[in-house]
């Protein structure tokens, strides 16, 4: 039976509607996540998701079936993100070469010890205290290396795909990652020295 024209439509278009919310539901905690970081505020990262899901549900027809989603949602958030009123081009823009003077990765690595996972109470108190001083380091973050470590070691995306999101050079991800990395080791190792002493 052959369908009418404009059933056809009807039939298409709810197929494509489908397939979007297919494709973005899942990653909506994912989204969110991203958004509260950049925007530290959780009415403004609800703000900027449902302004990317609006926009990323417009796009829809434009996007490329087989190509990565996940890269091209969160392109749409972080593109989004930039261009509103409180965007990270307004907020904490810093130059290059301050970027690379002051986050210069030039101390030797260190790395920690393997730990015993035990279920204890005193267990439980540290790992809280560690993602309260990690979220801490993170805050303190510029915005060009907090987006990288969320990205790579948060959402696990490949070095190719934040390369995409960002519209870098995966060579500047690559660097930006390290940079990052370090910068948090050195917040965590220099909070940890001040715990201690305030302790002794």
């Known amino acids: 039976m052959t369908l009418l024209p404009w059933k056809r439509k009807v039939r298409e278009s709810s197929t494509q509607t489908t397939s979007f919310e297919d494709l973005a539901m899942p990653l909506l905690p994912s989204l969110y996540n991203l958004a509260s970081w950049l925007t530290r505020n959780p009415t403004d990262a609800e703000d900027l998701l449902q302004e990317t899901f609006l926009k990323a549900l417009r796009g829809f027809s434009s ?88 990205l790579c070691d948060m959402e696990e995306l490949k070095y190719k795909e934040i390369a995409t999101i960002l519209d870098i050079p995966i060579g500047t991800v690559m660097s930006r990652i390290a940079r990052a990395r370090a910068f948090l080791r050195r917040e965590l190792q220099s909070g940890t020295t001040l715990a201690r002493e305030e302790r002794a």
């Open 63 to 150: 996007f490329e079936q087989g190509s990565n989603f996940k890269a091209w949602i969160f392109r749409i958030l972080r593109n989004t993100y930039l261009t509103s009123r409180s965007g990270l081009a307004a907020l904490r823009t810093i130059a290059l070469d301050d970027e690379l003077d002051e986050y210069g990765d030039s101390e030797p690595r260190q790395y920690p010890e393997g730990v015993i996972d035990r279920q204890t109470p005193e267990m439980n108190l540290i790992r809280l205290s560690d993602r309260v001083a990690l979220e801490r380091a993170l805050q303190k973050l510029p915005a060009s290396l907090l987006e990288v470590i969320l």
